[in-house]
């Protein structure tokens, strides 16, 4: 990140100054110029945080296709065993990530230029990432409405669910198939499941309560038609590597702004100054036997 300007110090400062904290700064600082366009980076840089504080590792992957009517586009999605996921929705823009890390909101970011910006608590409500009260689960049911599919080298069961005007079908290899062995099986299952929950706005998906097995494809639509939009699993990969550098990433968070910059920078202050050990008043230093009064 590159050093803020001294404008930008001086912005810092009045926001200090508003919270009763002061700031110096030198004549050499203050000397150097900056265009607006410029200032605004720097100022809006000052106001984010690091994705996370260490370096992230998934170890599980998913690739995937994905298809809108005529359209098709390659995906993927990765997790941890501690509920983390990561996807795109296009290798096409590889670049482009977003992270679900349990208890935060969903992170959106890119890994070329490292800057990304959390979703607001609004979002994930509205998007129903953050339904309240959550979303009535929806059973999954064995279907005859929908063919069988030989998906991974593995013939896969159709289950299907409504919610409304929708329908969606999941396609599992039956459990107790020789596929994925434990607990690499149930760490891509709630993978799988938490990757339908970021379906934003589609309850059907957002809802499902899977079947028993291994999920490797799932369509949906309006009832009663032709399901358009699909999803199918190429391959699953549970020991594939994933790093994601995220204290190197900066990050807009919804609410934080200059004003909320100074008041940690002062709360930080107060907490050091407490800390620092008090010292204790000096000795006078004995006058000499004998000496002058």
Not at 44 to 73: K, N, V
Not at 99 to 123: K, R, Y
Not at 134 to 141: A, C, D, N, S, T
Request: net charge negative; hydrophobic share 40%; aromatic share 8%.
């Amino acid at each position: 990140m590159k050093r803020l300007h001294p404008f930008l110090c001086l912005a810092v400062a009045g926001a200090l100054f508003a919270q009763g904290t002061s700031v110096a700064q030198t004549s050499t600082e203050l000397s150097q110029d900056l265009d607006g366009g410029a200032m605004m980076e720097e100022l809006i840089r000052l106001t984010m945080l690091p994705l996370a504080e260490e370096t992230l590792t998934l170890r599980g992957l998913a690739s995937i296709q994905q298809t809108a009517g005529s359209q098709a586009t390659n995906a993927e999605f990765r997790w941890d065993d501690n509920g983390v996921l990561a996807w795109t929705d296009d290798l096409a823009f590889a670049n482009q990530w977003n992270l679900w890390v349990p208890g935060q909101t969903v992170a959106t970011f890119n890994v070329a230029t490292q800057e990304g910006s959390f979703w607001p608590e609004l979002m994930m409500t509205q998007g129903g990432l953050a339904a309240n009260p959550p979303l009535e689960r929806v059973r999954m049911k064995p279907t005859k409405n929908e063919a069988t599919k030989v998906l991974c080298g593995h013939e896969c069961i159709p289950y299907e669910g409504t919610v409304g005007k929708d329908r969606a079908v999941v396609w599992v290899v039956p459990a107790g198939t020789e596929f994925l062995a434990e607990p690499a099986a149930n760490a891509y299952r709630q993978a799988f499941s938490r990757w339908l929950e970021t379906r934003v706005n589609t309850p059907v998906l957002q809802a499902m309560d899977l079947p028993e097995g291994i999920p490797l494809s799932v369509a949906w639509g309006a009832k009663d038609q032709e399901l358009t939009q699909q999803v199918e699993v190429l391959g699953v990969f549970p020991k594939a590597r994933f790093t994601i550098e995220a204290p190197s990433i900066l990050m807009l968070v919804p609410g934080r702004d200059i004003n909320q910059v100074a008041k940690e920078f002062k709360e930080r202050e107060a907490q050091r100054a407490a800390e620092q050990p008090e010292t204790p008043p000096a000795t006078p230093p004995a006058t000499p036997s004998g000496a002058d009064e």
